[in-house]
């Protein structure tokens, strides 16, 4: 296993792979001017992972084209691991453009399930691979922001970056 820190203009992001392809994408809330940011940020990495920039040279060129404007789809593999049902919530998540959010109604209609919307709530925030499977783009069926293990506000940052409609 493997993993690097990505500087972008909302906070280091710590990433993680195997051979296969990118496991974890993890917003950190450290800012990018911090000058220590490794030292706060070893408890996300286990210790028996090695720091490997090369092995995130796709991802991170992606990243940059994405928060330049450039990039509205990513296209790197993963190895992400969760239950049938994750995957499956996951799976319907990346169908959502950039520029638009859906319901957690939708994503259990999506899959099949329309009585799952807690069930498919939880799997969104068990998403472990952010920003790539675009769990930030599910909003409250008011109109309204609901939970992001990032916080409300980088998820209000990630939608007006992307151009989407949210109720504030």
Not at 29 to 38: D, G, L, M, P, T
Not at 85 to 96: D, G, R, S
Request: glycine fraction near 8%; aromatic fraction near 10%; include cysteine.
């Amino acid at each position: 296993m493997y993993y690097t820190y990505y500087k972008s203009p909302l906070g280091v992001i710590a990433l993680t792979a195997n051979d296969q392809g990118l496991t974890t994408l993890t917003f950190t809330n450290i800012e990018v001017a911090s000058k220590e940011f490794k030292d706060s940020t070893t408890s996300i990495i286990p210790k028996s992972y090695q720091e490997n920039a090369e092995k995130f040279t796709q991802v991170c060129q992606q990243l940059t084209e994405y928060f330049s404007g450039e990039r509205k789809k990513f296209d790197i593999p993963l190895a992400v691991t969760g239950t049938p049902f994750q995957q499956k919530v996951w799976c319907a998540l990346c169908k959502i453009k950039q520029g638009e959010t859906k319901t957690y109604a939708w994503l259990a209609k999506e899959i099949n399930n329309e009585k799952a919307v807690r069930a498919v709530g939880s799997a969104n925030g068990a998403n472990p691979i952010a920003l790539i499977i675009p769990c930030h783009r599910i909003i409250g069926s008011n109109g309204k922001l609901t939970g992001y293990a990032g916080g409300l506000a980088l998820k209000a940052k990630l939608l007006m970056h992307e151009g989407a409609f949210f109720k504030p």
